[in-house]
């Protein structure tokens, strides 16, 4: 009888260890078997998102960008969230921190937040919380290295590019299942599950501020320019441009309205102290070329780095041999200007692609500095740079 009785028990406790749960938190449409059934799980249990009143959670249905504003703001923002209610309570509080900023919902190409949110901007969202927290963010051989697994980066928009090649870099995206990013199509719900856990996952083990801000010495006499000096009257070294450089972001952060010609210093464009920066400039600029904007921007930073120097000419270099304090020009096809660009690095090259980070003036209106741009010419645009070191 006892050896019957261990045996019941023995065949019981075989049976509950072999068991397994039919569906994720009960919803039909998601079984043990799913690619993402247990960030499905979690991401329920945690309250970020819900499934629907017949049983189901839609793992293939599109996410709008008010819904994932509100899965963002339910994860990281739960204590602002809830000062909000309504549909767009999400929406608001990521605005509140930038979350949104270059998608096109902020830009205004995407008019209603029930719109499906495309994987870029997917990912732009992503890039811009782990700013907003903080949080480490790969360096720029990283991000060069991710871009070999993207095949179709070059439908990526512009404005996305760099989100996308943190989050692949970091390993918070991995692609479609054709090797592909598919950055036009819309993210689904199982994959907002997924993103958010990882994302999540990596906020809490690499947050803290965010390193490499330059110390800037403080009390110091400038020293009398010369023909070998900045216009603080320090040597001309990447080291101390690079240090002007931080004072400017610290005074026109990103985000600073940049588009009127008297907000802001932009009429630098047209000031006429430098013998330097307005032959530059007119040497593309054509009666439809913005004469504030982009243009009064760099003008700006090459004035308070370089100052009123006539002794130190631009002349052309390659865009392989950039240096913090360079002048990048973005042409069209008939080689007129389209953009100016300031920049804040030496390049990363990688395949046909060049990597600089840069500081913009009229990116939507505002101040954009970028820890990573990616530069290639190709029939679209065309870009050269130019230099003022001493040769």
Known sequence: MRKKFISLMLALALC??????????????????????????????????????????????????????????????????????????????????????????????????????????????????LVDKG??????????????SIRDFNDIEYNCRKGVLVCYALGLLTGQGDGSFGPKNSMNRAQAAVVIGRLRDYVQSNGGETAGVMEISAGTEPKAPSIQTLANGQPITEENILAILEEIKEEYPSGTSWAEPTVNGTLYNNYGTSPQINPLMYKYITATSSVYACGGFVAMCDYRIFGPNDTLPFYQIDLTNIRPGDVIVQLDKNGESTHYIYACSRPYTFYQYTLVATGEGNVSNKVAWRDCEVFKNDDGAHYVAWSRYPT
């Open 135 to 148: 949080a480490g963010i790969p360096s720029v051989q990283e991000q060069s290295a991710a871009m070999a």
């Open 16 to 129: 509950l260890g072999l068991a397994v749960p039919v569906s994720a938190a009960g919803f039909s449409d998601v079984p043990a078997s799913h690619w993402a059934y247990e960030q499905i799980n979690q991401a329920v249990a945690d309250g970020i998102v819900g499934g629907y009143a017949d049983g189901t959670f839609k793992p293939s249905g599109p996410v709008s960008y008010a819904a994932f504003s509100l899965m963002l703001a339910r994860a990281f923002y739960p204590g602002e969230l809830a000062a909000y209610s309504g549909s767009g309570a999400g929406e608001t509080v990521m605005n509140q921190h930038g979350i949104l900023k270059y998608t096109g919902r902020q830009l205004g190409t995407v008019s209603s937040g029930g719109q499906a949110i495309s994987r870029e901007d997917m990912a732009l969202c992503m890039y811009n919380l």
